[in-house]
Structures are given as C-alpha cells and as structure tokens.
C-alpha cells in the first residue's frame, strides 16, 4: 500500500472564534471566483455579438487571474492542500489518454 503524501506550506495560524477571519475571508472570495470563471465561461459560449464576447473575455481573463493570486495567497498559508499523485497512477493515467489519440481524425499525431 503506497502512502500519500499532502502538498502544503506550514499553516499561518489564525484565532479559533465564532467570527470569520482571514483564511475564511480568502476561501470565501476563492470561492467565488472559481464561479464566476465557470459562469464567465459560459456566457462567452452563449454570446452572440463579438464586442460582447470580447468584453466578458477580458472579464474572465481578470477574474481567473484573481483566482490565481488567492489560489497562491492561501497555498503560500498552508491554508490550501491538495494529495500527491502516486507516480503509478500518473502513468496509468498519461496511457490511458495517450491511447486515446488513435481514435482522432489525425490518427494520433497530437502529442
């Protein structure tokens, strides 16, 4: 049986209240930006004229890019982990999607 591993910085403590503090605030507005990323995302698949498109384009490219900068803030914390991927798994994964390129109109050539 292979162990995991967790991905994280030593955790920035923060008093234990009933108030939200600094790392709910961060998870909170994390949160929300993984939204609007989703939702941005749909509303340029759904716009019809090209200035709107752009317009929530450029939205989208600065919310995702604020997602990025909380995503980094709170992992810098340890307030944001994630498991290690075990190698084996990696590799399973890579040939299983690898194969997959055969059955593209170009016959494989992607790589």
Aim: hydrophobic letters at 30%.
């Amino acid at each position: 049986m292979a162990s995991s591993s967790k991905i994280q910085n030593p955790q920035t403590q923060i008093p234990k209240t009933p108030e939200m503090n600094d790392r709910d605030f961060l998870n909170d507005m994390l949160s929300t930006e993984k939204y609007m990323t989703s939702s941005y995302s749909y509303a340029m698949n759904e716009a019809s004229h090209e200035d709107l498109y752009d317009d929530i384009a450029m939205i989208s490219s600065e919310t995702q890019n604020l997602q990025r900068s909380l995503f980094n803030m709170m992992f810098k914390k340890g307030w944001y982990s994630f498991d290690a991927a075990e190698t084996n798994a990696l590799s399973q994964s890579y040939q299983q999607f690898n194969g997959y390129t055969n059955q593209l109109p170009a016959q494989g050539t992607i790589n």
